[in-house]
């Protein structure tokens, strides 16, 4: 048993569960604007050409 | 029961580990992250050659991340000098917010994702130039310099200076003259910043034992020192327009601000009894991020009329 805890478990203020709560929810929007970034980053460095539909060359069969 | 559990509540709100989002983000050093930013945005712009918005974004992003890991390992490192400076000892670590071990890993992680992101999304010079930059606050400056000789802040000052060239690397891939006359113009700018405010704030840094040059040299060597480097400073600031690298604008600005810095640093020099020094002392420091902000704001505005 450390000093934080006692028979229910560890026991958190309600400042302390707050201060968690906030930094879960920073953790989650840092990653979720990482994603973000990462796929902007990901189309900017392919170029233009990657949004291009219909560009695919037709297969010709060779007999 | 309730009565432990009570006890027991209260000793953990007294614990570290507790932190909130905001001692996360003040061991980033804010403050000098936007300094860094901003000078690492004028690296970008003035480069020659294009750069899409976004990588540019990126790599000041970059840059910001980096400069901020760096800021908390060096909290690491010297949480126990900033728990003897009035200045410093509000700081996450000291005042018991944040575990040193929890900085260190948090600071090591921004360090290497803010390097591989920039070295992979932008350019591997700009990469490793911001992996130097942060082995050079960290280790050379912090563990190696800070409490080892009165010079720490002026060779540590080359990783402050370092961010315009990362920017520049960012966009052309190399490093030329102008970043280098950039890097070269803060780097020269940081002792008479630095022992400015060193000479109001000898006590904390005597009571932390860091051998700042008033502590080692006394208050007139320091003056001195001062005075010579604002004498490098004040032709050095003008020299990029001296070199044809900048406008008429920048060229007049620079003359003038670079006059002014040097009546600053000659109050701080005759200046040197009573009120009349510390009020000197405090001008010259306040006037010394005012001039370097003016400068980069006037090369920023020139890059951005090209």
Known sequence: ?63 | MSLVSEERSVRADQLSGFAGVEDYWALLKPRVMSLVVFTGLVGIVRAPGDIHPVIGFVALLCIAIGAGAAGALNMWWDADIDARMDRTRGRPIPAGRVEPGEAMVYGLFLSVASVLMLGLLVGVLAGALLAFTIFFYAVVYSMWLKRATPQNIVIGGAAGALPPVIGWAAVTGNVSLEPLLLFALIFIWTPPHFWALALLKKRDYERAGVPMLPNVAGDDETRRQIWLYSLLLAPLGAAPFALGMTGWLYGAISIVLGVLFLVFAWQVYRKREGDAAERAAKHLFAYSILYLFLLFAVLLVEGMAR
Do not use: H, W
Not at chain 1, 5 to 20: C, F, M, Y
């Open chain 1, 1 to 63: 048993m450390n000093a934080m805890s006692d028979d229910k478990g560890v026991v958190l203020t309600e400042a302390q569960k707050k201060s968690r709560k906030r930094r879960s929810l920073a953790i989650a929007l840092v990653l979720a604007f990482l994603c973000v970034l990462f796929y902007v980053v990901t189309i900017v460095k392919l170029g233009p050409n990657v949004m291009k539909k219909g560009d695919v060359p037709a297969i010709t069969v060779v007999s």
